[in-house]
């Protein structure tokens, strides 16, 4: 089946370091991906959809300067927090789908902390 | 998305069938229902998904009413490891998923 692989699974970081995330889409090609956060006993909220070859499309409230996000392969997205202060502490989660109408897979999720 | 109601928790016991609702009236004719499920700490896992028809899989049942304003998700024999929170959601496919609060369902030994 679809295998999305998400790394790293967690990282810890110095306030002010940039840290990178990296989504890859293992035995399928993925045009588009989708990055998500999660703070504690919330639920998923959609930060921006990357697309390939193209700028991401980011929802509202989400700084594009401080989350960069390239997807510049049709099996790599990587998500760029930038700058990353104690309140970017939060769970990273992507996805992407391998064949419509067959839903999403997601990574297994990158746990931030910002020290 | 089409905006879901879901409970916001339940509990089931061990072996038994879950049956968890979803309230979806405002969906249109062509977005589809599914199903996600979160364990604690991972990312959210596909179940089942659905337009019109009744569906069954290796995991889990689907009965979507035939107004299309509701669903049960159905695990038939629940084990411990399907406690999570589990997600209804109304989209097209391709479509940007938006995820509600879900129904964080514990199974009871």
């Known amino acids: ?115 | 998305d089409a905006k879901t109601t879901q409970p916001t928790s339940m509990d089931c016991a061990e072996g038994r069938a879950a049956n968890l609702p979803c309230n979806h009236s405002t969906i249109s004719g062509n977005e589809y229902v599914y199903w996600y499920r979160q364990i604690h700490s991972q990312g959210p896992q596909y179940i089942i998904h659905g337009l019109k028809n009744n569906e069954t899989n290796e995991m889990a049942s689907l009965i979507i009413t035939e107004d299309r304003k509701s669903s049960t998700l159905i695990l038939p024999h629940a084990t411990l490891r399907d406690t999570a929170v589990y997600y209804c959601i109304g989209h097209y496919s391709g479509e940007k998923l938006t995820f509600g609060t879900g129904t964080r369902l514990t199974i009871i030994p």
């Open chain 1, 1 to 115: 089946g679809a295998v999305v692989s998400q790394h790293p699974s967690w990282v810890i970081c110095k306030s002010g370091t940039s840290v990178k995330i990296e989504c890859r889409s293992l035995d399928f090609q993925a045009t588009t991906m989708f990055w998500y956060r999660q703070f504690p006993k919330q639920s998923l909220m959609l930060m921006a959809t990357s697309n390939e070859g193209s700028k991401a499309t980011y929802e509202q409230g989400v700084e594009k300067d401080k989350f960069l996000i390239n997807h510049a392969s049709l099996t790599l997205s990587t998500l760029t927090v930038t700058s990353a202060h104690p309140e970017d502490s939060s769970f990273y989660i992507c996805s992407a789908s391998a064949l419509r109408g067959l839903g999403y897979t997601f990574g297994s999720g990158t746990r931030l902390t910002v020290v």
